[in-house]
């Protein structure tokens, strides 16, 4: 290239102008062109890399017919990096020759050199070097020859010099086969003046302006054609509701904790799984009809593990397991009253009376559910019908309450709230039992997100379970974490204006556990 042209290319370069110099390039072969260049011949005449070329032939034909390109494709053979090796320091079979001194090497120290084995096996089969197998010391290698030339380097540096035509197709084998040329496509452009052919480049407009048409310099314009086949701009599609992302980051800590989803299908409960198996008392205010939805069809269930029931029976009325009970008369026709549940504890009451009933020994067990729950309430700004709890159980050979603390700080932290504060409190069916606090931010106070315990023996050994084994469980309403997780500010995004934090704080969505 001369040193015009060597110019022009890092102008080119340095200015973006590849297209410009390109178009120069196709004005100046004129005739001697034959109709067109090849993209890659113009390339390494410019001095550019082929792609920026490419890159400059694709925008030039964006512009209409200035030029005509057409893809070409076309096989041709490099050097691969073991191959370029070989070209700076010689084959491994002449390589492994030059290294053997006149006295000899030891065929263990040949077989160090990194071009050693190789080497070895290609030099003996071209009878450079031989192996004295009971010379002293053990097998020792010998030159064969006094010299070597070598003829696999002079071919891949023709190849390298771009005359690989010149090979016999035998010996572009062997060297393929040896990793030392590569076989490789070519994508080029044929590159012809276009009808609209001009050595300046003039960018298209793409928008008609109220400001063009008024003063009507529109006409005088050129305007890049419409792409009727040209996608539109995607709508924005919706997005997951807070609820949900963080629904599913609670199953998916469980899940990493080595937990089981217990199955939560059934919203109707009858009042034996949803209050009596839990210890719970029939004349507990929960049970009233203005606390709990009751069902008039079916109104009542009728199918109960009858053993397990007199159990529970016997515990609320005369007592047992070291506990004096309820001391009232306990009537079946409350129990078989059905509900819609008003806690996933119910559900946690199913799966320890199945887990009781393994016939082989007694195997530790951690559950947890996310799903909704009822409870028949007056709708105010505070409260809804429905909410979402969130419930885990654990089942083992002595847990106490530590394990319990232990559990909920592992199980906070993995969602991203690290401020914890537990306060005793009371439960029909847990004893001891927590209130679980954290730090909120954006209120710069303790707000309540949980509740939990250790199961009560009046639940857990009527059910069959071991004496030995406690239960811890916790839980909590899905839509409070969900508050302090987001934060208040995230919130105000989501709703597109400026809230009371004790007014969101207070609404159903943050709904606890009434």
């Keep these: 290239m001369s040193p015009t042209m060597a110019a022009e290319a890092e102008a080119a370069a340095a200015s973006g102008s590849a297209a410009e110099l390109l178009l120069h390039r196709l004005a100046a072969a004129g005739a001697s062109c034959e109709g067109g260049l090849c993209s890659l011949a113009a390339a390494a005449a410019l001095g550019l890399e082929h792609q920026v070329l490419v890159g400059a032939v694709k925008s030039l034909q964006a512009l209409g017919a200035v030029i005509e390109a057409e893809q070409r494709t076309s096989k041709k053979w490099e050097l691969t990096p073991e191959g370029e090796e070989v070209v ?35 030099a003996m089969s071209s009878k450079w070097i031989q192996l004295d197998k009971s010379a002293e010391g053990g097998p020792r290698v ?46 080029t452009y044929w590159i012809k003046k276009g009808s609209a052919f001009s050595t300046t480049v003039t960018k298209q407009e793409t928008d008609l302006t109220p400001e063009m048409i008024a003063s009507g310099s529109w006409r005088d314009m050129k305007f890049k054609a419409y792409n009727f086949e040209a996608l539109g701009i995607m709508p924005e599609s919706g997005h997951l509701h807070p609820l949900l992302k963080v629904r599913s980051q609670f199953r998916q800590i469980f899940l990493e904790m080595g937990f089981t989803e217990m199955p939560t299908n059934n919203f109707i409960e009858s009042s034996f799984w949803n209050f009596d198996a839990l210890f719970q008392p029939q004349q507990h205010p929960a049970r009233d009809q203005h606390d709990t939805f009751f069902l008039k069809d079916p109104a009542e269930a009728t199918d109960f593990p009858m053993d397990y029931l007199k159990r529970v029976k016997r515990v609320h009325s005369q007592g047992g397991y070291g506990s004096q009970g309820y001391k009232y008369d306990w009537k079946l026709e409350e129990a078989r009253k059905n509900v819609l549940r008003t806690h996933t504890t119910a559900v946690s009451a199913r799966m320890l009376y199945q887990l009781a009933q393994q016939v082989e020994k007694f195997a530790p067990a951690k559950y947890f559910s996310i799903d909704r729950v009822f409870r028949n309430e007056t709708l105010d700004a505070t409260h809804l019908a429905e909410f979402h709890q969130i419930e885990g159980v654990v089942a083992d050979y002595g847990l106490t309450l530590g394990d319990l603390m232990g559990v909920l700080k592992e199980f906070f932290t ?23 606090f954290s730090y909120h931010q954006g209120l710069r106070k303790w707000v309540e997100v949980g509740n939990s315990g250790v199961f009560r023996p009046e639940m857990l050994l009527p059910m069959g379970l071991p004496e030995g084994v406690s239960v811890i469980a916790w839980g909590l309403s899905l839509e409070r974490p969900t508050m302090i997780k987001y934060g208040i500010n995230n919130i105000r995004e989501l709703v597109g204006h400026k809230v009371n934090l004790q007014m969101v704080y207070d609404s159903p969505l943050c709904r606890l556990d009434a």
């Design 88 to 122: 700076r320091e010689g084959s491994q079979e002449v390589r492994v020759f030059n290294s053997i001194p006149l006295e000899g090497l030891a065929q263990s120290e040949l077989m160090k050199l990194s071009c050693g084995k190789v080497g070895f096996s290609k």
């Design 142 to 187: 010998f030159r064969a020859v006094e010299s070597v030339q070598d003829m696999v380097r002079a071919k891949l540096v023709q190849v390298q010099q771009g005359e690989a035509d010149s090979l016999e197709e035998k010996d572009k084998s062997e060297l393929k086969k040896r990793k030392l040329l590569a076989e490789v496509t070519m994508k």
């Design 414 to 436: 993995k969602l991203g709230i690290t401020q914890l504060r537990f306060k005793p409190a009371y439960n029909p069916y847990t004893e001891p039992s927590m209130e679980v």
